[in-house]
C-alpha cells in the first residue's frame, strides 16, 4: 500500500514538473512564444492590450500561479488563432486519436509478441534471424516514412481510404446509420493503425523474445513438457504468461513514442487528432494550443506509466511483497 | 575499511595486485577480437555513412535547391535518383542531407552523453544524498515524453540546426545518466578503487584515472546509440516541418515527397532514399552500440534490443547432445 502512495506521489511530482517546464519554455525564456504574439502590421495599443489580455504583463511569478491554478481548474489557456479555450479545441482531436492510438498499440502488440515468441521457440533458426532482423529493420524505419510508403503503395492495392477520419461523401444524403458511420470511420482507421503498429512492433518482438527464451529455460517449463503438455500448451500458460511482466513494463515506457508516433502519422494520413492539431498549432504558431497539447499528452503518458507500474505489481506478487516489506 | 581488509580480499581472490586493475586498451582490443560480425558490419556502413556526410557537398553532382529539370523527371544518366517536387537533383539532396543528419546525430548524441556522463559520474561517485537527487530528477525526466517535450521545444527554439541538436542533446541524457551511475557504482566497489583511495588518492584522482577510462567505453557504445536516436528524432522534427526550411536533410525529403504528390508521378525515386539512408543509418548504429554494449558489460544483457545468443539449459530433446 505504501508504494502505491510513494509511486502516486511521484506521478504527481513529475506532472508539476512538465508542467513548470512547459510554462518555463513558453513564458520565462528569452525569444519564447510570447515573441510569437509579434506581427509586423499591430499597432502599439493592440500589442499591449494583447499582451494584457494573456496576462504577460505580469511579474513572471505571478503569471506561473495564474497558469497553475487555472490548470488545477481545468483551464488550458485560450488559442490565439481562433480565440476559444485551448481545451475545446482539442478536446475533439484527442477523442479522434484514442481509437487510433489503442488500435495501433494492439496491433503492435499482436504482431510482436507473436514474432517474438515464434522467433524463441525456433531460437537460432532462420525463422529466428528472418524474424529478428525483420523487427530490427522495421525498428530502424522512420514511422512517418511508413506512413508514406502506406500512402503511396498499400492504400489503393487495399482500396482503403489514405486521408481524413470519414468520407465526405457520408451523409449527403441525409443523416447516415450509426453503423455506417462505425464502418467508414473504421475503414479511414485500419490504415493509419496498421502505421504505427508496424512502425512500433519491433522492439515488442526483441522484449517479448528475450523474455521467452528466459522463462523457456527455466525449470517449470521442463516439468510442463515432461508432463506432456502440447507445445501450445507450454507457451501459452507457461512461458508467455511469465513473460508477460518485461512487456508491460515496456508498454509503458514505450507509452511517449507510441504517442509520438501518432503525431507522425495522423499528420501523414491527415488524420484529424491530436497529431494533426500539433502540426497546425506549429504552423500558426498557437503557442497556448501546443502549450496545452504538451500538458495533455504529457498528462496522459505519466497517468500510463503510473497504471502500468500499479498494475506490474498486482501481476507479480513477489514484487508486491518485495516492495511492500521494504518500504512499508 | 582498513588496509589489511582491501589486502585479505585481494588475496582471498588470489590475484596477483597488478591485475586488479584492468587495463582498457587491452580490454578495448581483446573486444574487437570478440566483435561479431554484425557489429562489424554496422561500424563499415557507419564510416561510410560518415564519409559521404564529410565530402557529400563536395561530390553532389548539382546545386541542393536548383531546378535542373522538370518536376518529378525519372531517373537518367545525369540524373541517378531523378528529380524531386522541386526539380531538384534527389542524389544532390541525399548527400547533402547526409551531413545535415550526421551532424545532428554526433552532436546531438554527444551533447547527451557529456550530461548524462557527467551527472551519472557525478551521482555514482558521489553516492548518498546528491546521488539521491540526481537520480529523482533523471527520473522524472525519463517519464516525461521526449516527442512532444522535443516538439514544443522546436517550435519555440527550433528551425536551425544548432538549436536542434541542443534540444535533442538535452531531452536524451537521462538513459546514459542512470547507465554510467550504474556503472560507477560498481567500479566504486572494486578493490583496486578502494585501495587507491585508502593511500591517499584525492577524490579527482581516483575519478580522472581509475573511473573515467573505465567508464569510456561504455560511453562510447552509448553515443552509439545515441546517434542513431537523434538522427531519428532530427527526421521527426523536419518532418513536422520545424527543421531548418534552408538546408536539406533527410526527414525534410520524406516530408516534401508526401506533400508534393511523388504518388501521382509514381517517383518511387523521391520517396525511397531518404527513408532508405535513414533506416540503414539507424540499423547501423543501433547494431554497434548494442553490440558494443553487451560485449562491455554483461550484466545488461536484459537489454532491451538483445540480440544475440542466448545460453540456455537444455530443454527436451537436447539433452542427450549437452
Same mark, same amino acid.
Given at each position: 500500500?505504501?508504494?502505491?502512495?510513494?509511486?502516486?506521489?511521484?506521478?504527481?511530482?513529475?506532472m508539476?514538473?512538465?508542467v513548470?517546464l512547459?510554462?518555463?519554455?513558453?513564458r520565462?525564456?528569452?525569444?519564447s512564444?510570447?515573441?510569437g504574439?509579434?506581427?509586423?502590421?499591430?499597432? *502599439?495599443?493592440?500589442?499591449?492590450a494583447?499582451?494584457?489580455?494573456?496576462?504577460?504583463?505580469?511579474?513572471?511569478?505571478?503569471?506561473?500561479?495564474?497558469?497553475l491554478?487555472?490548470?488545477l481548474?481545468?483551464?488550458? #489557456?485560450?488559442?490565439?488563432?481562433?480565440?476559444?479555450p485551448?481545451?475545446?479545441?482539442i478536446?475533439?482531436?484527442?477523442?479522434?486519436? *484514442?481509437?487510433?492510438?489503442l488500435?495501433?498499440?494492439l496491433v503492435?502488440i499482436?504482431?510482436?509478441?507473436?514474432?517474438?515468441?515464434?522467433?524463441?521457440?525456433r531460437?537460432?533458426?532462420?525463422?529466428?534471424?528472418?524474424?529478428?532482423?525483420?523487427?530490427?529493420?522495421?525498428?530502424?524505419?522512420?514511422?512517418?516514412?511508413? #506512413?508514406?510508403?502506406?500512402?503511396?503503395?498499400?492504400?489503393?492495392?487495399? &482500396?482503403?481510404?489514405r486521408?481524413?477520419?470519414?468520407?465526405?461523401?457520408?451523409?449527403?444524403?441525409?443523416?447516415?446509420?450509426?453503423?455506417?458511420?462505425?464502418?467508414?470511420?473504421?475503414r479511414?482507421?485500419?490504415?493509419?493503425?496498421?502505421?504505427? &503498429?508496424?512502425?512500433l512492433?519491433?522492439?515488442?518482438?526483441?522484449?517479448?523474445?528475450?523474455?521467452?527464451?528466459?522463462?523457456? #529455460?527455466?525449470?517449470?517449463?521442463?516439468?510442463?513438457?515432461?508432463?506432456?503438455?502440447?507445445n501450445?500448451?507450454?507457451?501459452?500458460?507457461?512461458?508467455l504468461?511469465?513473460?508477460?511482466?518485461?512487456?508491460?513494463?515496456?508498454?509503458? *515506457?514505450?507509452?511517449?513514442?507510441?504517442?509520438? #508516433?501518432?503525431?507522425?502519422?495522423?499528420d501523414v494520413?491527415?488524420y484529424?487528432?491530436?497529431?494533426?492539431?500539433t502540426?497546425?498549432?506549429i504552423?500558426?504558431?498557437?503557442?497556448?494550443?501546443?502549450?496545452?497539447?504538451?500538458?495533455?499528452?504529457?498528462?496522459?503518458?505519466?497517468?500510463?506509466?503510473?497504471?502500468a507500474?500499479?498494475?506490474?505489481?498486482?501481476?507479480?506478487?513477489?514484487?508486491?511483497?518485495?516492495?511492500?516489506?521494504v518500504t512499508? | 575499511?582498513r588496509?589489511?581488509?582491501?589486502?585479505?580480499?585481494?588475496?582471498?581472490?588470489?590475484?596477483?595486485? /597488478?591485475?586488479?586493475?584492468?587495463r582498457?586498451? /587491452?580490454?578495448?582490443?581483446?573486444?574487437?577480437?570478440?566483435?561479431?560480425?554484425?557489429?562489424?558490419?554496422?561500424?563499415?556502413?557507419?564510416?561510410?555513412?560518415?564519409l559521404?556526410?564529410?565530402?557529400?557537398?563536395?561530390?553532389?553532382?548539382y @546545386?541542393?535547391? $536548383?531546378?535542373?529539370?522538370?518536376?518529378?523527371?525519372?531517373?537518367?544518366?545525369?540524373?541517378?535518383?531523378g =528529380?524531386?517536387?522541386?526539380?531538384?537533383d534527389?542524389?544532390s539532396?541525399?548527400?547533402?542531407g @547526409?551531413?545535415?543528419?550526421?551532424?545532428?546525430?554526433l552532436?546531438?548524441?554527444?551533447?547527451?552523453?557529456?550530461?548524462g556522463g557527467?551527472?551519472?559520474?557525478?551521482a555514482?561517485?558521489?553516492?548518498?544524498?546528491?546521488?539521491?537527487? =540526481?537520480?529523482?530528477?533523471?527520473?522524472?525526466?525519463?517519464?516525461?515524453?521526449?516527442?512532444?517535450?522535443?516538439?514544443?521545444? @522546436?517550435?519555440?527554439?527550433?528551425?536551425?540546426?544548432?538549436?536542434?541538436?541542443?534540444?535533442?542533446?538535452?531531452?536524451?541524457?537521462?538513459?546514459?545518466?542512470?547507465?554510467?551511475?550504474?556503472?560507477?557504482?560498481?567500479?566504486?566497489?572494486?578493490?583496486?578503487?578502494?585501495?587507491?583511495?585508502?593511500?591517499?588518492?584525492?577524490?579527482?584522482r581516483?575519478?580522472?584515472?581509475?573511473?573515467?577510462?573505465?567508464?569510456?567505453?561504455?560511453?562510447?557504445?552509448?553515443?552509439?546509440?545515441?546517434?542513431?536516436n $537523434?538522427i531519428?528524432?532530427?527526421?521527426?522534427?523536419?518532418?513536422?516541418?520545424?527543421?531548418?526550411?534552408?538546408?536539406?536533410?533527410?526527414?525534410?525529403m520524406?516530408?516534401?515527397?508526401?506533400?508534393?504528390?511523388?504518388?501521382?508521378?509514381?517517383?518511387?525515386?523521391?520517396v525511397?532514399p531518404?527513408?532508405?539512408?535513414?533506416?540503414?543509418?539507424v540499423?547501423?548504429?543501433?547494431?554497434?552500440?548494442?553490440?558494443?554494449?553487451?560485449? =562491455?558489460?554483461?550484466?545488461?544483457?536484459?537489454?532491451?534490443?538483445?540480440?544475440?545468443?542466448?545460453?540456455?539449459?537444455?530443454?527436451?530433446?537436447e539433452?542427450?547432445?549437452?
Amino acid at each position: 500500500m505504501s508504494y502505491t502512495i510513494k509511486r502516486v506521489g511521484f506521478a504527481v511530482l513529475t506532472m508539476f514538473i512538465a508542467v513548470t517546464l512547459d510554462f518555463f519554455l513558453f513564458r520565462v525564456l528569452p525569444g519564447s512564444a510570447v515573441s510569437g504574439l509579434r506581427c509586423q502590421n499591430c499597432t *502599439l495599443q493592440f500589442k499591449q492590450a494583447i499582451i494584457h489580455q494573456y496576462g504577460l504583463d505580469k511579474p513572471k511569478f505571478e503569471q506561473y500561479l495564474i497558469f497553475l491554478v487555472r490548470l488545477l481548474h481545468g483551464d488550458l #489557456g485560450t488559442s490565439v488563432a481562433n480565440n476559444q479555450p485551448v481545451w475545446s479545441d482539442i478536446s475533439g482531436p484527442l477523442l479522434n486519436t *484514442l481509437p487510433m492510438l489503442l488500435a495501433g498499440t494492439l496491433v503492435a502488440i499482436v504482431i510482436g509478441v507473436l514474432s517474438g515468441v515464434v522467433s524463441a521457440w525456433r531460437r537460432g533458426t532462420l525463422v529466428d534471424r528472418g524474424s529478428l532482423w525483420t523487427s530490427l529493420v522495421f525498428y530502424a524505419m522512420p514511422t512517418q516514412w511508413i #506512413g508514406v510508403l502506406v500512402v503511396f503503395y498499400v492504400a489503393s492495392v487495399l &482500396g482503403l481510404p489514405r486521408a481524413g477520419i470519414q468520407s465526405s461523401t457520408l451523409g449527403i444524403l441525409g443523416t447516415a446509420s450509426t453503423w455506417a458511420t462505425i464502418v467508414d470511420r473504421t475503414r479511414h482507421l485500419i490504415l493509419p493503425a496498421l502505421t504505427l &503498429g508496424v512502425g512500433l512492433y519491433g522492439q515488442f518482438a526483441l522484449v517479448t523474445r528475450s523474455a521467452m527464451l528466459e522463462t523457456l #529455460g527455466e525449470d517449470y517449463v521442463l516439468t510442463a513438457r515432461a508432463k506432456g503438455l502440447s507445445n501450445l500448451t507450454v507457451i501459452r500458460r507457461h512461458a508467455l504468461r511469465n513473460a508477460t511482466l518485461p512487456l508491460v513494463t515496456l508498454i509503458a *515506457l514505450s507509452a511517449g513514442s507510441i504517442v509520438g #508516433g501518432a503525431i507522425v502519422v495522423e499528420d501523414v494520413f491527415s488524420y484529424p487528432g491530436i497529431g494533426l492539431a500539433t502540426v497546425d498549432a506549429i504552423n500558426q504558431n498557437d503557442y497556448p494550443v501546443l502549450q496545452g497539447i504538451f500538458v495533455v499528452l504529457t498528462v496522459s503518458v505519466i497517468l500510463a506509466n503510473l497504471a502500468a507500474d500499479l498494475l506490474y505489481m498486482r501481476l507479480d506478487p513477489r514484487v508486491r511483497r518485495e516492495l511492500d516489506g521494504v518500504t512499508g | 575499511m582498513r588496509i589489511s581488509d582491501v589486502q585479505s580480499e585481494e588475496v582471498l581472490a588470489g590475484l596477483p595486485s /597488478a591485475t586488479l586493475a584492468p587495463r582498457p586498451l /587491452a580490454r578495448a582490443t581483446e573486444l574487437l577480437r570478440g566483435w561479431s560480425a554484425q557489429v562489424m558490419l554496422g561500424a563499415a556502413v557507419m564510416t561510410l555513412f560518415l564519409l559521404v556526410a564529410l565530402i557529400g557537398p563536395a561530390i553532389a553532382p548539382y @546545386a541542393v535547391h $536548383a531546378q535542373v529539370g522538370h518536376v518529378y523527371a525519372s531517373p537518367s544518366p545525369s540524373h541517378p535518383l531523378g =528529380l524531386d517536387n522541386g526539380g531538384y537533383d534527389v542524389l544532390s539532396n541525399l548527400l547533402v542531407g @547526409a551531413r545535415t543528419s550526421m551532424i545532428v546525430g554526433l552532436c546531438a548524441a554527444v551533447v547527451s552523453i557529456l550530461i548524462g556522463g557527467t551527472i551519472g559520474v557525478i551521482a555514482g561517485y558521489v553516492g548518498g544524498r546528491t546521488d539521491g537527487v =540526481l537520480m529523482r530528477i533523471t527520473d522524472y525526466f525519463l517519464v516525461i515524453p521526449d516527442i512532444p517535450l522535443m516538439i514544443i521545444s @522546436a517550435a519555440v527554439f527550433g528551425r536551425n540546426t544548432r538549436n536542434i541538436v541542443v534540444i535533442i542533446g538535452l531531452i536524451y541524457w537521462t538513459t546514459a545518466a542512470r547507465l554510467i551511475r550504474a556503472q560507477v557504482r560498481s567500479l566504486r566497489q572494486r578493490v583496486y578503487v578502494r585501495r587507491a583511495e585508502l593511500l591517499g588518492a584525492s577524490g579527482r584522482r581516483v575519478l580522472w584515472t581509475h573511473i573515467v577510462p573505465q567508464v569510456t567505453p561504455l560511453l562510447i557504445a552509448n553515443t552509439v546509440l545515441m546517434i542513431a536516436n $537523434a538522427i531519428f528524432a532530427e527526421t521527426y522534427i523536419a518532418f513536422l516541418g520545424l527543421g531548418n526550411p534552408t538546408t536539406p536533410s533527410w526527414g525534410a525529403m520524406i516530408q516534401s515527397s508526401l506533400a508534393g504528390g511523388a504518388i501521382f508521378y509514381h517517383a518511387w525515386w523521391a520517396v525511397l532514399p531518404p527513408g532508405i539512408a535513414v533506416t540503414v543509418v539507424v540499423l547501423a548504429a543501433t547494431l554497434v552500440g548494442q553490440g558494443l554494449e553487451d560485449s =562491455l558489460n554483461p550484466r545488461l544483457r536484459a537489454g532491451h534490443l538483445a540480440v544475440r545468443r542466448f545460453r540456455l539449459r537444455p530443454l527436451h530433446g537436447e539433452l542427450e547432445r549437452e
